[in-house]
């Protein structure tokens, strides 16, 4: 089974994709990381994150192996990881070399204890639309830019990183621009896809909400 969430940054994506992960013993793909790696990739040796011919090369390059190492990157999840990772995720050749790494994954998925199992939950953006069309379930789950843009906050905080509201919430809208109005891939929802909005839902009733559908779909 192939489950696909998609939706903006900060919408809960992946706390849920994780639950259902355990649940339905799926193996989970964050395919922000793909794009996260290309943009710490480049970051980390002094090139910009818009220069288009070094992140298609480090895009071409890129291999799972080498995304988990950069993963290791304190840069990798903080907002520099974000902006430079949605600069480089607005580049068509860029996703083109990315593609085939995320799509291999549901071929053989593997498990956290490294055994495979027959199923793949992905999270990102165009997960539904692009990496796998062909998924049994597909979710939109969003949520206003506010209610986003504070949960990172609270996230960066708890993490020890240093974080400003306001500047949270205009980076979250910069994001959000972005990703919904480049060429390749937007951020858009799927036609047969399911749309939550978790605005004013706590993660137990949009777990809840999800393994209805799930259980129905099985
Ligand atoms: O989800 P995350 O915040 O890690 O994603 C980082 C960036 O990677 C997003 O802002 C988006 O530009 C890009 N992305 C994408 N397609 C995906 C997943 C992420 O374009 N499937």
Do not use: W
């Amino acid at each position: 089974m192939i489950i696909t969430i998609d939706g903006p940054a900060a919408a809960g994506k992946g706390t849920l994709a994780q639950k259902l992960a355990d649940k339905y013993n799926l193996a989970y793909f964050d395919t922000g990381m793909v794009y996260r790696a290309v943009g710490i990739d480049l970051v980390s040796n002094g090139i910009a994150p818009d220069n288009v011919a070094e992140a298609e090369k480090s895009a071409q390059n890129m291999t799972f192996s080498k995304m988990l190492e950069l993963a290791q990157n304190p840069d990798f999840r903080s907002s520099v990881g974000g902006q430079a990772a949605s600069k480089v995720a607005a580049m068509p050749k860029v996703r083109e070399a990315l593609l085939k790494m995320q799509q291999d994954f549901a071929k053989k998925p593997i498990a956290k204890d490294g055994s495979l199992i027959a199923g793949v939950v992905y999270d990102g953006r165009d997960t539904g639309t692009t990496v796998c069309p062909q998924a049994e379930v597909k979710l939109f789950v969003t949520a206003s830019p506010e209610v986003r843009a504070m949960r990172r906050h609270k996230e960066y905080l708890q993490k020890g990183l240093p974080s400003v509201y306001e500047e949270v919430l205009a980076q979250t809208k910069e994001r959000d621009l972005r990703d919904s109005s480049r060429a390749a891939s937007p951020l858009k929802p799927a036609d047969d896809a399911i749309i939550i909005d978790t605005s004013d839902m706590g993660i137990d009733e949009v777990f809840a909400k999800v393994c209805r559908i799930v259980d129905e779909r099985l």
